[in-house]
Nanobody
Framework: QVQLVESGGGLVQPGGSLSLSCAVSGFTEDYHVIGWFRQAPGKEREGVSCFSLADLSTSYADSVKGRFTISRDKALNTVYLEMNGLEPDDPAVYYC?????????????????WGQGTQVTVSS
């Protein structure tokens, strides 16, 4: 079983930046994609961005394109989500997740391993 631990959440002003980290350990060879999701109070969880370990492709939700960047440090087994230009609609608990299937990484319902989440708050 793979383990995922998020860190880096916090409070930031509108327009500010945060960088989230997801440390991946365990049976990492069984998983092919890593994704970032978020869930705001009263809203459904949504896929934000993902990274395919097979072909190094990435995908972004339309709401974050041009503002968020996903990346990976292979040596550290860590996936990052750099968030710039944070907006009032961005606050949520952000989760890192992994999927063992070989479908495109933005097949958001295919993820089966989850971290505990990290809170992102945007407020002036």
């Amino acid at each position: 079983q793979v383990q995922l631990v998020e860190s880096g959440g916090g409070l930031v002003q509108p327009g500010g930046s945060l960088s989230l980290s997801c440390a991946v350990s365990g049976f990492t060879e069984d998983y092919h994609v890593i994704g970032w999701f978020r869930q705001a109070p009263g809203k459904e969880r949504e896929g934000v961005s993902c990274f395919s370990l097979a072909d190094l492709s990435t995908s972004y939700a339309d709401s974050v394109k041009g503002r968020f960047t996903i990346s990976r440090d292979k040596a550290l087994n860590t996936v990052y989500l750099e968030m710039n230009g944070l907006e009032p609609d961005d606050p949520a608990v952000y989760y890192c997740a992994a999927a063992g299937n070989t479908l495109p990484c933005n097949y958001w319902s295919g993820y089966d391993a989850w971290g505990q989440g990290t809170q992102v708050t945007v407020s002036s």
